[in-house]
């Protein structure tokens, strides 16, 4: 289950999840534009219908989609910082309420893993401790909070989807 903690000042949000599976699939999952539309989302919340990415430093990445209202919105940045599949940095300016320029950090770490479905002797594997720190809220308490509890869904989409292959269609409401 992902969790998130908003800092203290309110500037910002640490976020955090296991995933059963290697860092170099995670940071698949959330590199790769073409898996980023099968998860991020929910039908009845708001889904990214559309993901663009020149995955370098100083690479722009940018992402579109809809509200359950029918309005759409953008999520644009900029990569900062790319050591696949351990860490990845970049700018995060949202198109709704007071915008303003926010940076993500991920940081995908190997954690050992129990193949718990295995009979006999424990099999070990790698999973990943996923930690998101997304910074730069200024003590904007509503924008922290709204994006605190969007960081869970995220990473609780994330997961289900590299785990078990759910995406914004299979998954259960």
């Known amino acids: 289950m992902a969790t998130a903690t908003i800092t203290p000042d309110q500037d910002a949000i640490l976020a ?3 995933v059963a599976a290697p860092p170099e699939r995670v940071f698949q999952a ?7 539309t099968q998860w991020w989302g929910q039908s009845e919340l708001y889904r990214v219908t559309e993901a663009k990415s020149d995955l370098r ?41 007071d915008a303003r320029k926010t940076i993500v ?17 424990q099999k070990m ?3 990943t401790m996923v930690r998101v720190r997304h910074e730069g ?3 904007d308490v509503k924008q922290v909070q709204a994006h605190g509890e969007g960081w869970k869904r995220v990473l609780g989409w994330m997961q289900a989807f590299v785990e078990r ?9």
Not at 107 to 121: A, S, W, Y
Request: glycine letters at 14%; zero cysteines; aromatic letters at 12%.
């Open 137 to 139: 809220f200024a003590g």
């Open 30 to 36: 959330i590199t790769d534009p073409s898996q980023t």
């Open 105 to 121: 950090r991920w940081e995908l770490e190997p954690t050992p893993v129990h193949n718990l479905q295995h009979r006999g002797p």
């Open 125 to 127: 594997g790698t999973g």
């Open 57 to 97: 430093p100083g690479g722009k990445w940018s992402s579109a989609g809809v509200g359950k209202d029918g309005n759409k919105f953008q999520v644009e940045g900029e990569y900062l910082e790319i050591t696949p599949p351990r860490v990845l940095v970049y700018t995060w300016t949202y198109s709704w309420g």
């Open 165 to 173: 292959g759910e995406t914004i269609e299979t998954r259960a409401s």
């Open 16 to 18: 955090e999840v296991f």
